[in-house]
């Protein structure tokens, strides 16, 4: 999903999604920024760098 702030950071509306998500609702999160995927971690949802989330597609569209 895409969502735009007029308030705050986009690092701080982040954030407050995944505090909105039921604890069991599964989410991943790709980012390269360290405080984002520390924030991801403590919420016990999932995060993965970028370059391997786009090394990942690449490699399943290889295979499609």
Known sequence: SVCFTAAGTADEMLVSLLDRLPADEPALVVSSDREIRDAVTIRDANSVPADA?????????GRL
Request: charged content about 35%; cysteine-free; overall charge negative.
């Open 53 to 61: 989330f786009l090394d990942a597609i690449a490699a399943e569209k």
